[in-house]
């Protein structure tokens, strides 16, 4: 029975504590958003594996597409951004960024910034009479005025519906192999062509795998501007942001909040088409001439053959791999978020998969946000990146704030 249930049955009910506000998830969204609410003198719990996307679903070796100054993780002070991090470590910043420095920079943010993390997972989360009740796998029950929703991208990958049919044990997302060094002497067909697929394959080559690569269309890769053009011109043409180069990177950089407010159609449109699937520059030489690609080919088919896998190519191609792997990217979807129990999710608006948000991440029901992936939809590819924390963290402690102020009155 849920406790929702036993509420309303009239059974003796009492939280083991109450908050002005919870955070799910510890990952760059959910411990900035955790560091700007107790600066407000809120009483916050924060429940949630550190950094645990970045350690225990990336791959060892891994390089950041992101420069390093744009993947702060952020305080209101400012005191645990990574140039502090750096200088502690008597390091400088330099692109392209280890994964392993960035997962040491977030696990030291993490123990400064929010010390009194608490990483025990929450198991449900229950609406009732305007505040929220949240079960904890030990047992606990707290209750809360609002909960901000933060959750690992490990709940959004992404598999095609052609590839559902195949066990684990042939086909499986990128996200789910740490150690790529298993595969060494295989042969692994790689999907995709955005930098996880791409890096993927470079990486699986490098540890002594047999790599092919499939990609609907044709690899884009991600070049710096001409530098033989001068650099204000250069300036003009494509200027630096945090996401790259380009006036709509700087834009979103510099107005975090107004992609919210385009139509529906126009916000589409951009996601659609800005920011698909590409690899870094300093990826190509380590994939162009190191592995077999196959370009704008898509798989007509894919089935199980023993232990191995036989697919089938547009081009008429039949390729045998001891195992596929999608680097297929993620899809926001609140159904997979089953902390979120039924009455809870029926009441949240959606827009194919992802919660429509207020301009203060503020889902339809009152109190509860959404931030990082999950509000991408809603504010745009500027939140799929590290660098969208500190504007997410700042507008859901506002909206907090005053939330738990009008309560209170």
Known sequence: MSLSLEVQKGEAFVPSARYDAVVLGAGPYGLSAAAHLKAQNLKVAIFGKPIYFWREHMPEGMLLRSYWWATNLSDPQGKYGFDKFFALQGMQGADPLPMKTFVEYGLWFQQNAVPELDETYIQSVEWLDGSFLLTLEDGRVIQSQSVVMAPGLQYYMYTPAEYAHMPTSLVSHSAMHRKLSKFAGQRVVLIGAGQAALETAALLGEQGAEVQLIARHPIRWINFSNENIPEKLRGLRAPQAGMGEGWLNLILEKYPYVFQRLPRNTKDHLLATRHAPAGSHWLKPR????????????????????????????????????????????????????????????????????????????????GLYFIGYSAARSFGPFYRFVIGDEAAARRVTRAISRRTASLSR
């Open 287 to 366: 994939v162009v001439e190191k592995i077999t690609l196959h370009e704008a080919e898509k798989v007509e088919s894919v089935t199980e053959a023993g232990e191995h896998v036989k697919l089938r190519l547009s081009s008429g191609t039949l390729l045998e791999a001891d195992h596929v792997i999608l680097g297929t990217g993620y899809r926001a979807d609140i159904k997979r978020l089953s902390m979120l129990q039924p009455n809870l999710q029926a009441s949240i608006q959606c827009y194919d998969g992802s919660p429509i948000l207020s301009t203060y991440f503020e889902s339809s029901v009152p």
